[in-house]
C-alpha cells in the first residue's frame, strides 16, 4: 500500500512540476547579457525578443508589506525560460521601503506567449492579487 | 506523465496527506527529518482549494526545504520558489545618522525613572536561560495589520505597548502606528523604529490611541497639540553596546536586553520564502554580518535555545506563520540588526 501511495505521490508531482512553473535558485544575479528591461510601469506591455536572448521584467514591490510579485501560470514555457529571481534592495536604507524584484527570462522559442503578475500577499485567504501586470511575449 | 487538472488535484492533496503520514511519528525518521514539521490543518484546509499554480510552487518550495533540510513549512500559495538574492549594494541607515546615534547610545544615562522601571522585567526573564517567551508575562500586545510600508513603525508601537503594559499594568493599550508614521521621519514608503522612539523621547511627545488615528495606508500630516493619552517614553536606546544601529546585535545582547527592558525592535531579511512561512523553525540564509541587509521590521518577543531561534511578533495578521508569529533561527536573514528597545512612562 505504501508503495503504491509514494507512486502516486511522485506521479502526482512530476505531472505537476512538468506542467507548471517552477523557478530556479536566485543567487547568481551577476549575468549582464540581458537586453530588453520592462519597469513594470504599465500593466500591459508588448515585448519583442530574439531567440536565445535574456530579458528582465522589474517590478516595484515592498517586500516588507508582506506583498511579492509571481507569476500567475506557466504559459510562457514553451517559448521563454525563467532563468533567475532576485531582489534589488531599496536605496534608502529604511524597512517597508520599495524594492525591486527582478524576473530574467530567456527567448527559447520562436513564438508568441504572454507573463502574467500577480502582486499579492501569499497567506492571505481571498487570493485575489492587488495588482496584475500582463506582458505579450514575441520571440522572433 | 501528465493527468487531468481533477486528478492532479485529487493526486496532490494525496501526497500532502503522505508527507501528514510520514511526518507521524513513528514512521520512517529520515523522511521526518526532511519534512517537518507537519503542515498545520488550517493551511492544508486553505490549500485544498489553491490555484493549481500556487500548489505546484509550494511543491517546489517544500522540495528545495526538504533537500537542505530546512526547519520550517510552507503553505497555501503562490509565491516563487526559492528566491531572492541579496544583491550587493546595501544602504544602510546613512553613516553620519549612524555616528549621532551612536554617540548618544554610549554616552546616555537612564533617568532614574527608567531604572526604577526595568527591575519589574528583570525578576521575570533570565538572559542565561533555556527558553522565554513574554508573551506568557502578558506583556504582549495582540498581532496587527500593516497597512502600507510602515512594518518600522509597527515595530515601534509594538515594544512600546510592551513596556507600557509591563510597567502600568492592567489591560493591553492600542496605540497608534498611524500617528507615529505621521509624525516621524518615515512614511508608507519605509523607516526606522528607532526614530519612533527618539521622537518620542528626545521630545516628549506622546502616541494617540489606534482609534483616534487608526492606520489609513497613506502618508497623513503630523496633527498639531498633545493627545489625551499618557503614552510617553522615558528612555530608548541601542541594543548592540557599540550603538551601532546598523550592526547586527549578538544573540547574547539581544537576550539581555529582552530581559532587561522587553521586547526588543529589530530589522530583518524578508523574502518571497518568508512570506510563506506557516510554522517550523525559519531558517533560510545565514546572516551577513559584514554588510546586513534588512527591509522590514519586527519584534523579538522570546527565544528558544532547543530550537535555537528567536521568536518574533509580524505585522501581517494571525492568518501568517504561526498566528502571527514565527520562530527565526539565530544568525539568519539578518535579524538581530537595528535592534532597539524604549521604557514607557510609568503613569
Avoid at chain 1, 505521490?9 to 530588453?36: H, P, R, V, Y
Avoid at chain 2, 546613512?94 to 522585567?121: C, D, G, H, M, Y
Avoid at chain 2, 519586527?298 to 535555545?305: E, K, S, Y
Wanted: aromatic fraction near 10%; proline fraction near 4%; include cysteine.
Amino acid at each position: 500500500m505504501k508503495f503504491i501511495v509514494i507512486l502516486l505521490f511522485l506521479a502526482a508531482c512530476g505531472s505537476s512540476s512538468g506542467s507548471k512553473e517552477t523557478k530556479k535558485d536566485t543567487t547568481n544575479t551577476s549575468q549582464t547579457d540581458m537586453s530588453i528591461q520592462t519597469d513594470g510601469s504599465k500593466n500591459q506591455e508588448d515585448i519583442h525578443v530574439k531567440l536565445n536572448e535574456r530579458f528582465d521584467v522589474r517590478l516595484n514591490a515592498v517586500m516588507g508589506t508582506g506583498n511579492s510579485w509571481w507569476l500567475a501560470d506557466s504559459a510562457f514555457k514553451s517559448n521563454l525560460s525563467l532563468d533567475t529571481t532576485f531582489t534589488e534592495v531599496n536605496s534608502s536604507g529604511k524597512d517597508g521601503a520599495p524594492e525591486v524584484q527582478v524576473f530574467r527570462f530567456k527567448g527559447i522559442a520562436k513564438g508568441v506567449t504572454r507573463l502574467l503578475f500577480n502582486y499579492s500577499q501569499p497567506w492571505k485567504k481571498d487570493d485575489k492579487p492587488s495588482d496584475t501586470k500582463t506582458y505579450n511575449v514575441t520571440v522572433e | 506523465m501528465r493527468f487531468p487538472k481533477k486528478v492532479q488535484g485529487t493526486l496532490l492533496f494525496i501526497c500532502l496527506l503522505t508527507i501528514q503520514s510520514f511526518a507521524q511519528p513513528g514512521v520512517n525518521p529520515n523522511l521526518k527529518l526532511a519534512i517537518q514539521p507537519q503542515l498545520p490543518q488550517k493551511y492544508l484546509l486553505r490549500e485544498g482549494n489553491a490555484p493549481a499554480a500556487v500548489k505546484t510552487q509550494l511543491l517546489t518550495q517544500r522540495s528545495m526545504i526538504s533537500q537542505q533540510k530546512l526547519l520550517f513549512n510552507v503553505g497555501f500559495t503562490s509565491v516563487s520558489g526559492k528566491n531572492i538574492a541579496q544583491i550587493t549594494g546595501d544602504k544602510d541607515v546613512p553613516t553620519a545618522e549612524v555616528v549621532r546615534i551612536k554617540q548618544f547610545a554610549t554616552t546616555r544615562v537612564l533617568n532614574p525613572a527608567s531604572l526604577n522601571n526595568i527591575k519589574i522585567f528583570l525578576k521575570l526573564c533570565i538572559a542565561s536561560g533555556k527558553t522565554y517567551d513574554a508573551r506568557n508575562n502578558g506583556y504582549v500586545s495582540p498581532v496587527k495589520n500593516q497597512m502600507c510600508g510602515n512594518c518600522w513603525a509597527y515595530g515601534a508601537v509594538g515594544v512600546y505597548e510592551a513596556s507600557y503594559k509591563r510597567i502600568n499594568g492592567g489591560s493591553f493599550i492600542n496605540a497608534s502606528e498611524q500617528h507615529a508614521e505621521n509624525c516621524v521621519d518615515g512614511d508608507c514608503t519605509g523607516g526606522n523604529a528607532y526614530k519612533v522612539f527618539e521622537w518620542m523621547v528626545n521630545n516628549n511627545k506622546n502616541l494617540n490611541t489606534e482609534v483616534a488615528s487608526p492606520d489609513a495606508g497613506v502618508n497623513q500630516a503630523c496633527p498639531g497639540g498633545t493627545p489625551a493619552t499618557n503614552y510617553y517614553a522615558t528612555d530608548w536606546g541601542i541594543v548592540d553596546p557599540s550603538g551601532d544601529i546598523n550592526k547586527i546585535a549578538s544573540v547574547a545582547d539581544i537576550k539581555a536586553a529582552l530581559c532587561k527592558y522587553g521586547p526588543i525592535s529589530v530589522s530583518l531579511w524578508v523574502t518571497t520564502l518568508f512570506q510563506n512561512y506557516t510554522n517550523g523553525v525559519f531558517n533560510e540564509t545565514p546572516s551577513n554580518y559584514a554588510a546586513p541587509t534588512t527591509n522590514h521590521a519586527v519584534i523579538i518577543v522570546g527565544w528558544d535555545d532547543d530550537k535555537g531561534a528567536w521568536l518574533i511578533k509580524n505585522s501581517w495578521g494571525t492568518d501568517w506563520g504561526e498566528d502571527g508569529y514565527m520562530w527565526i533561527k539565530y544568525g539568519t536573514n539578518n535579524v538581530g540588526k537595528k535592534a532597539c528597545w524604549v521604557i514607557a512612562k510609568k503613569s
